[in-house]
């Protein structure tokens, strides 16, 4: 609610209030009132302010009856009929009434089939019999302030897991200086942990900047080959060291709208994951295909898959299946969220098909340069090596 909204709103709240001052006044008024001439249900204004507010509101009578409510309360579901659906709400109205008391709480609102919403209230009484309850929703704030906190956590974390790392390897090395061969293996896991921490403050950075980001107003043509053989190479060496086969497929020639260097990212995130997920000796197949304003960037792997209790979690950031293997492969957990951010800013999606033990498949969907179709390239079976110089190494039969 906007500062000005609320200096108005408790303006108007003084003045009914202040009204009561003058009850016996009203009283002998109200006698002398023609007897066809009914009491006004709500104050002056109430009604009119009510109608305006973006927050849900409602006035109470002495009957526990909703007299008035805002659309927004009743669109919460706040408000059912002419009644308060939400029975802590109207103990709090009962309570401000027998004491006139204002109080303010924080709830908790339950819906079948729907998330919990949290809410916070705020009940005044406008006369000695009507109160005025006011609710906001702060589901999203608390999602964010939620999410900024894990955030946060799970940065600190994963930023002293590798440093920590380097500082007891760099003590051991000082330790075995004078044995070349510890000092060498003691190195070598410096290399590991320094890569990886380099490569998380990467991702760190790319998805703090993609965050913000507004979405692309002047989007270039990418091709999609390009992007695919950029993603497959800058993935050989890991696919190598595994015997994992990574080939090109899918449809030719195909130019799809955007940010080059984003959807780069995005496919080669991709790819890293499938190799990092993939049992040693397996294939890795990146397809484009082709719709009618839209081109699918696929990924394919055999690895382990995903848990379907977990496929509407794997996009969140430092989101896990299975940590130890994130451990073991260095993986951050920031991927597959650069990987979304990507495909919002371009207003395309991301999917993903999985059964675990069997494999997965993660989609990108992102828009189509208009023209006529190119024809696919034709299918490649396992063991018949690269396309378009693509496969890392041949494939196991």
Do not use: C
């Not at 006139?100 to 406008?126: D, K, S």
């Not at 799970?154 to 000082?174: C, F, M, Q, R």
């Not at 991709?270 to 040693?280: F, G, K, M, Q, T």
């Not at 990987?339 to 189509?368: M, N």
Request: hydrophobic share 40%.
């Amino acid at each position: 609610m906007s500062p000005t909204l609320q200096a108005l709103l408790f303006a108007l709240l003084g003045a009914v209030l202040g009204g009561g001052a003058v009850l016996a006044f009203r009283v002998s008024e109200r006698q002398m009132r023609p007897a066809d001439m009914p009491e006004p249900a709500l104050p002056p204004g109430v009604a009119a302010v009510l109608s305006v507010l973006r927050s849900s509101a409602l006035v109470v009578d002495a009957a526990d009856t909703v007299l008035k409510a805002s659309a927004p309360a009743i669109a919460m579901g706040i408000v059912s009929g002419n009644e308060i659906t939400e029975r802590e709400l109207a103990d709090l109205v009962r309570k401000v009434r027998r004491d006139g008391q204002i109080r303010e709480t924080e709830l908790l609102m339950h819906r079948p089939g729907m998330p919990p919403r949290h809410v916070t209230a705020r009940v005044a009484p406008l006369s000695s019999q009507l109160v005025l309850a006011l609710v906001e929703d702060r589901t999203r704030e608390r999602r964010v302030e939620s999410i900024r906190r894990d955030f946060v956590a799970n940065v600190s974390h994963e930023l002293k897991t590798p440093v920590g790392a380097i500082k007891l390897l760099s003590d051991a090395v000082i330790d075995a200086a004078d044995d070349p061969e510890a000092v060498q293996r003691f190195a070598g896991r410096m290399q590991t942990e320094s890569e990886r921490l380099a490569r998380l403050v990467q991702q760190i950075i790319e998805l703090s900047r993609l965050q913000g980001d507004d979405p692309l107003d002047e989007p270039v043509a990418v091709e999609a080959d390009k992007i695919i053989a950029r993603a497959i190479d800058e993935n050989t060496t890991d696919a190598s060291v595994r015997s994992i086969n990574v080939v090109q497929n899918g449809t030719n020639g195909l130019v799809l709208l955007g940010n080059r260097e984003q959807v780069a990212v995005a496919v080669s995130n991709l790819v890293a994951n499938a190799v990092a997920y993939s049992p040693e000796g397996s294939s890795v197949v990146v397809s484009a295909t082709a719709r009618e304003q839209a081109v699918d960037i696929s990924v394919t792997d055999r690895g382990i898959g995903i848990p379907a209790k977990e496929l509407d979690r794997i996009f969140e950031r430092f989101y896990r299946v299975d940590p130890a293997r994130h451990r073991s492969t260095g993986g951050t957990g920031l991927g597959l969220s650069v990987v979304k951010h990507v495909a919002a800013s371009h207003g395309g999606e991301v999917k993903v098909w999985s059964i675990e033990g069997q494999g997965s498949t993660f989609t990108l969907t992102l828009p189509r340069k208009p023209g006529p179709l190119p024809s696919p390239l034709p299918v490649l079976l396992p063991g018949a090596g690269s396309v378009n110089g693509t496969s890392t190494t041949k494939e196991n039969a």
